[in-house]
DNA sequence: TTGAAAGCGCTAACAC
DNA sequence: GTGTTAGCGCTTTCAA
């Protein structure tokens, strides 16, 4: 029976405190919920029942009634990857001001499992979505949910044709800038890795399924091309995942590259320990440089230079935005593009000439 | 009204998809619900309207009759530090396999916070829970939630009293080990530092907050007496939330500290950080060695040899032991004690005699 | 200010 | 195999 828990108590519910109080249901729910009329006396006296009787409301069967669950569902690649854990944090803490409690999923950047975590979420009534869309160019899911009218909000990526509030980051001046700083030192053969999964080799123009690596190969090949380097496509590697970084590097450094920019800090981990294995020392014979300020970048020898992303605020700012829709605002979309900080260090050199 | 959504629209219920059908609710509900039996054809008519109308089940209806929530509540210290993102995904996938979802919630280490996140849990009507406690010796909020019959599991921590299922690491024999390693290497005037409160300078056999920070200081502790150090506890440094990480090292190596032991790979962080800026070079001047093998610890210069822990597995674990129990397994609690594993690198060397 | 009764969307007896 | 009916625990008219 829906009534009994596992050990055969019972739940106390407002009928039993209005029993004990002696006074109807909807008195007792008015005290206890504190909303409509209730004299002072009668008000003691039914939370003086509930007290005593243990009462601990149901809020499942409030949200029944009100259409109110006060939860927000969020769906993030992988709560363990220090991006998504801070950018939750991020989320988090203005849900929980706001009176929200998070329902977390992980899609593992599959589109299917995103999928469905969304439906679940939906089917347990959130008051609203928040999610890094695995595809931006794959969007049922997010159709779906829109569908339902409940607001939703995309964060580190935008969704093309999916016209909700979102927050990303300037990935495409930020990539812009670290070529530029790996072009300034006299480098021109260099190197882009993403683990982002992709058909083909990349080529110039190429929809990614991230709109914010997308965003970042643009403004890294716009910045080489500019400097008049040729094909500058041409050290572009993605599906790093599936190939794996360390093979990619070992290709790349084969093939004459004498720079790396790394798509996020686990790409430049890998890469920095691919390197190290190689005998290699950075900057001297390479030098690397990535996204997000990841605590190893400045503890690592040498310390790596980094576009540092506002990632705690990425996801306070999704969930902001998202407060503010649950509140009804019903103004048009929004699209909230933070900046991004350089943080140089030293991990970048002139290219060492080639060896031959 | 509950029935409608923000702009207006109706969710489709089980009663619509039963008219357009044309059977009775009940009939539709167990076509659409997979249970009971139903003829093909019907089915098949009842899957059509559902698919046609846009049908989306209402999980909160479905636990109000059911009693089940498929959602297990979950409160760690901060999401944010990377020890509680991998026991969470430990968690979140034994969950998801087992067809549960997580709601999570923050404590920042705090048992107010702690307490009303599992109050609003509970009043979710979540199926158990998993914490990791603030506090192993204030354990109210944990009585209260065991007393509404929904097990709970604890992990990282035990909780005095509180006598349920728990997944800790073997923290007094792991703190043990370092310490050996550290007297093996000659030193006698060794620091243990953590960041856990306590309202007083640590004294042999206190009782502290964290069960594990209290065995590891136990560990610690009885290696030193062991080899006869005298006054072992004399460096043990708590607090260092509140009084700063940075600080107390440099108290303590100002007192003459030649090696330290940090508690947790952020408290390592910063001894880090602060022995660089000191001028001071590891392992030549001082020894540092961790709890956690955090991905800095082996990219840093030197590497830091850290006594590792099987995170992921005990959110795991943890998950397991509380499905088994949701699932009605009713044995005496159970402890799960996890072994820690030394991974050796070069931040050990003898103590540099003093210079006068 | 209080109470009676209907309703939220679903499941579960119990008949037929 | 299908339908009727009564809940689950709460909020919300509507009367009194």
Redesign the pocket.
């Known amino acids: 029976?829906?009534?009994d828990s596992a050990n055969g108590r019972?739940?106390t519910?407002?009928?039993?405190?209005?029993a004990a109080a002696?006074?109807?249901?909807?008195?007792?729910?008015?005290?206890?919920?504190d909303?409509?009329?209730?004299?002072d006396?009668?008000?003691d006296r039914v939370l003086a029942a509930a007290e005593q009787l243990g009462?601990?409301?149901?809020a499942?069967?409030?949200t029944?009634?009100?259409g109110k669950s006060h939860t927000i569902g969020i769906v993030v690649g992988d709560i363990e990857n220090p991006f998504f854990a801070q950018a939750t944090r991020g989320v988090s803490d203005v849900a929980k001001a706001a009176g929200f409690d998070l329902l977390l999923s992980n899609s593992d950047e599959e589109v299917d499992a995103e999928d469905s975590a969304i439906a679940v979420l939906l089917a347990k009534r959130v008051d609203g979505l928040i999610v890094a869309p695995a595809s931006s160019v794959d969007t049922q899911s997010l159709q779906s949910a829109i569908a339902t009218g409940r607001p939703l909000v995309l964060f580190d990526r935008a969704a093309e044709g999916v016209d909700v509030d979102t927050v990303v980051a300037d990935n495409r001046a930020g990539a812009s800038r670290l070529a530029e700083l790996l072009l300034a030192a006299g480098h021109r053969r260099i190197a882009f890795v993403s683990t982002i999964g992709h058909p083909a080799e990349y080529r110039a123009g190429d929809r990614l399924a991230s709109s914010s690596v997308g965003d970042r190969v643009a403004g890294f090949v716009a910045s080489l091309q500019e400097a008049g380097v040729p094909e500058p496509e041409r050290f572009v590697r993605l599906n790093a995942r599936r190939d794996g970084v360390d093979t990619i590097v070992r290709e790349l450094l084969g093939d004459g590259a004498t720079a790396i920019v790394a798509s996020d800090s686990l790409v430049a981990q890998a890469a920095f320990r691919t390197i190290r294995d190689l005998g290699l020392v950075i900057p001297h014979d390479v030098s690397l440089v990535a996204f997000d300020d990841a605590d190893w970048t400045s503890l690592s020898a040498p310390a790596i230079t980094v576009m540092s992303q506002p990632i705690h605020e990425i996801g306070a700012e999704a969930a902001r935005l998202l407060v503010r829709r649950m509140a009804g605002h019903g103004g048009p979309a929004e699209t909230t593009v933070l900046p991004q900080r350089l943080i140089e260090r030293e991990s970048i050199a002139p290219p060492r000439p080639p060896v031959r």
């Open positions: 029976m829906a009534s019972r739940e519910t407002v009928s039993d405190v209005a002696k006074v109807s249901k909807a008195t007792a729910a008015r005290a206890l919920g909303y409509g009329a209730v004299s006396a009668v008000r009462y601990r409301p149901n499942l069967a409030k029944m009634s009100t």
